[in-house]
């Protein structure tokens, strides 16, 4: 699994140096990829037209030491990230930005009612973790519209991020998708 993510990060790296659009030193890109164990959890939160992102390594157990020689490397990634929002709806060539072993700041023209998603058709070899505010945006819309408009990958990916985050002791995402479909079905039970 790693080689073929290893080899969207790197297919990105080369793109992206041969137009020109970035100073990429691909060994680089890559050895953090392929040296370190492990793989980010990228956190967002947003605040107006601003998403910010912050990285930290995931793992299932947050009491695991680092174990592998390349600890030194801070547990830190490049990170290709791909992102739209629900005005654009832009699945099959969102915008990029990359995370340079740190936090990273992006735009979305959205309104502030509005969902966005990262990570698209799960091209990228990360977690998502998003603020509860829009995981409740992403359930109404998928329960109250045409969930068909968001690909069925990006679809699953956002489940199988809330699932495996949760399963990692935060339990906030699971709890905040569990609570908006239940108080839906609720609603529906109450209104026959």
């Not at 699994?1 to 890109?29: F, I, P, S, W, Y």
């Not at 547990?75 to 060539?93: A, E, G, I, K």
């Not at 509860?132 to 069925?152: G, Q, R, S, W």
């Not at 990692?168 to 905040?176: K, L, P, R, T």
Request: with cysteine.
């Amino acid at each position: 699994m790693l080689r073929v993510h290893g080899q969207l990060h790197c297919n990105g790296c080369m793109h992206l140096a041969d137009e020109g659009k970035k100073d990429t030193n691909v060994k680089k890109v890559m050895d953090i990829w392929l040296l370190q164990m492990g793989y980010p959890v990228v956190t967002l939160s947003r605040d107006g037209n601003t998403v910010h992102a912050e990285q930290t390594r995931f793992i299932m157990d947050p009491n695991e030491e680092p174990n592998d020689k390349n600890y030194d490397m801070g547990y830190l990634w490049y990170v290709p990230v791909t992102y739209t929002d629900q005005s654009s709806m832009n699945f099959t060539d969102p915008v990029e930005t990359w995370m340079d072993r740190g936090p990273a700041d992006f735009n979305i023209p959205a309104s502030d009612d509005d969902w966005y998603l990262v990570n698209i058709n799960q091209n990228g070899f990360y977690r998502v973790k998003y603020e509860d505010a829009n995981l409740d945006k992403l359930a109404t819309y998928l329960k109250e519209k045409d969930h068909k408009t968001i690909p069925v990958r990006t679809r699953s990916q956002l489940l199988e991020d809330a699932f495996s985050i949760a399963n990692a002791h935060q339990m906030d995402q699971v709890y905040s998708i569990y609570s908006k479909s239940r108080f839906h079905k609720m609603s529906k039970t109450q209104n026959k």
